[in-house]
């Protein structure tokens, strides 16, 4: 497979990764078969829908079987399967071939009849979104793309290598069976070094304590703005994708456009931090940032940009300074940030009380959540990207897995503290605190429509982890102004979105409460978010004013970025 093959693989897996993969285990095979029998025995009550499924299935079987036969034959006719475009099946054996024909149309038949008799069986909304996903993993795990005797790819590639694809392909499977946990790579591990190939934006590591490190990168402009810019990035993953990688970097995009950028860099917990709190994460977080970037830089305000579960806090942060009667907070920008839990997307299956209760009896055994036990989870939930892509790449037709530097980011894992995690699960998926109210940290009630502060929201279209619907609700949550942009993409690339051809995003003048009435009146640009964004907090960064020192006498240089704890 060629170089832009593979990074149309990564590509696609890329638009459904998200800090939020690292935030549940290993999937509960117990549970989830549960949710599935229970489905099953509930749809069982029902013979008359159950028999009208199995009667759809028999008249499709003969229309396939029909469809077959006349492309045997010669002739091009329409199968049942034939409906819905699957990039699985873009082989053009599929087509040509009357055997591989038929056996897509078996696959898509008996697929269907599948999940449609599991969705038939209602129990309760939670155990049927289970039994709703482990019926598609089923589904997904047998597709005939994924067995090297029906797929005409693989079986092409073997011929046209002499054998030396299969060689290859099973050199990689049991390379992944003894040292992946069976599992296929989803990228070339020795492709990146954080520091070297990620993460290189120079600057400075200007304040370390337990929690996290403060990087002030150097500036690139010979006059800067005077209102400086913190990154917040979520507590779940490394910071640096938004440093990712060179013409690839927010943090790099925002420094040429004159911003002093500044950003945290969390620790990897071990078992010393199981009590560290969400508190804490705000106070030794991001409100000790703003108290080490403004005596850095003198500054009376600072803007704060946050991405995902980064992009909370930052409205939490804000929110408690505002209780305080700190008003040094300027602008907040929210990237892929949820605020309204009450439609979180898939993850929200993840969260109800006997889920919760197991994840909180494993983490007490550590004092914390692995990172690779959890991203399990999240591969699981969108198998054929994560998984089955590197299947067929890597075990049938014998290739290297791609080299990508956000799959290099994703497979970066780190932890979470018990008591931290536990809290943000209960107090925002379960009880969604930030609407019903109730929230307090530091002995502050956080209340968002207190936020007066300018904010520039971002969502992705084909966010799937952070829903941007579920985004949007946040508009009227806030208590200033607020400007929202959707653009292309999903939710890691869609951050991570310099200028390109590819790229557009979607704005409108109005507001109103329903996301689908906002865009009714949005209209399409074409570009990066990243383009208007930069023309939106320039205008809220203060006059041009030179360079401030990196670090000051009181905060001195202790390292060079990306520091220390990005390596742990």
Same mark, same amino acid.
């Given at each position: ?12 897996? @890329?638009?459904?990764?998200? +800090?939020?993969?690292?935030? #549940? ?32 299935? /028999? ?5 396939? *079987?029909? @469809? ?26 599929? %087509? ?33 979104? $289970? @039994? ?20 005409? *790819? ?20 049991? =390379? ?45 402009? %010979? ?19 938004? =440093? ?17 950028? #500044? ?24 409100? *000790?940032?703003? =108290? ?8 009376? $305000? ?10 909370? /806090? ?59 036990? /959890? ?12 998984? #089955? ?33 536990? #809290? ?20 502050? +009630? ?13 969502? @992705? ?5 952070? +829903?941007? $619907? ?6 009227? /949550? ?8 959707? *653009? ?13 051809? $590819? ?27 990243? %383009? ?24 001195? +240089? ?11």
């Amino acid at each position: 497979m060629n170089d832009d093959a593979n990074r149309d693989i990564a590509d696609q897996a @890329a638009e459904q990764l998200g +800090p939020e993969a690292s935030l #549940f285990p290993e999937l509960d095979s117990a549970l989830l078969n549960r949710s599935l029998l229970r489905s099953l025995r509930a749809a069982s009550a029902n013979p008359a829908a159950v028999g009208l499924i199995a009667l759809q299935a /028999m008249v499709e079987a003969g229309w396939a *079987t029909a @469809a077959m036969a006349a492309r045997a034959l010669g002739a091009e006719v329409e199968g049942p399967a034939d409906r819905e475009v699957d990039r699985r099946f873009k082989d053009p054996a599929w %087509e040509n071939n009357f055997l591989f024909y038929g056996v897509k149309q078996a696959y898509g038949i008996l697929g269907h009849t599948f999940t449609d008799l599991v969705a038939l069986g209602e129990t309760d909304p939670i155990s049927d979104e $289970k @039994a709703q996903m482990y019926a598609q993993l089923i589904v997904d795990a047998m597709a005939p793309t994924n067995f090297f005797l029906t797929n005409p *790819t693989a079986i092409k590639r073997a011929f046209d290598t002499g054998g030396l694809s299969v060689f290859r392909g099973a050199r990689n499977a049991m =390379d992944d069976v003894l040292h992946n946990k069976g599992m296929p790579r989803q990228i070339d591990e020795d492709a990146f070094t954080v520091g070297e190939d990620l993460a290189v934006t120079p600057g400075k590591v200007v304040f370390r304590n337990d929690l996290m490190e403060i990087l002030q990168y150097e500036p690139r402009t %010979e006059a800067v703005r005077e209102v400086p810019l913190l990154l917040s990035p979520p507590w779940i993953n490394k910071y640096y994708i938004m =440093d990712l990688s060179p013409n690839r970097s927010f943090a790099e995009w925002a420094i040429e456009h004159g911003q002093t950028v #500044f950003a945290i860099s969390y620790r990897n917990p071990g078992t010393e931090m199981r009590d560290t709190s969400l508190e804490d994460y705000l106070i030794n977080g991001p409100r *000790t940032a703003i =108290d080490v970037i403004t005596e850095i830089t003198g500054a009376e $305000k600072v803007n704060v940009a946050g991405v995902c579960l980064g992009g909370l /806090m930052t409205a939490v942060l804000a929110a408690y300074l505002q209780a305080e009667g700190d008003d040094r907070i300027g602008s907040l920008t929210l990237m892929n940030t949820l605020l309204d839990y009450s439609e979180p997307g898939q993850l929200g299956a993840f969260t109800d009380e006997e889920t919760v209760q197991r994840l909180e009896e494993k983490m007490a055994e550590r004092g914390y959540l692995e990172g690779s036990e /959890m991203r399990g989870t999240f591969d699981i939930l969108r198998a054929n990207d994560l998984i #089955f892509n590197y299947v067929v790449n890597n075990w049938l037709l014998g290739e290297d897995p791609p080299a990508f530097d956000i799959l290099a980011w994703n497979s970066d894992s780190t932890r979470m503290p018990a008591d931290m995690h536990s #809290f943000y699960l209960r107090s925002f998926y379960m009880e969604n605190l930030l609407v019903h109210g109730g929230l307090e940290l530091g002995g502050q +009630p956080i209340r968002l429509e207190n936020v007066k502060n300018d904010t520039f929201m971002v969502a @992705a279209v084909n966010d799937h982890i952070v +829903p941007w $619907k579920g985004s949007y609700a946040g508009t009227q /949550m806030l208590g200033g102004d607020v400007d929202f942009l959707l *653009t292309s993409s999903g939710h890691i690339a869609g951050i991570v979105n310099p200028p390109s051809p $590819k790229a557009h995003y979607f704005l409108a003048d109005e507001y109103p409460a329903h996301p689908d009435e906002w865009a009714a009146l949005a209209d399409r640009h074409e570009g990066s978010w990243w %383009e208007p964004w930069a023309q939106w907090i320039s205008s809220r960064s203060g006059a041009s004013v030179p360079p401030p020192s990196m670090g000051s006498e009181k905060h001195p +240089p202790l390292d060079d970025a990306p520091g220390r704890y990005v390596h742990e």
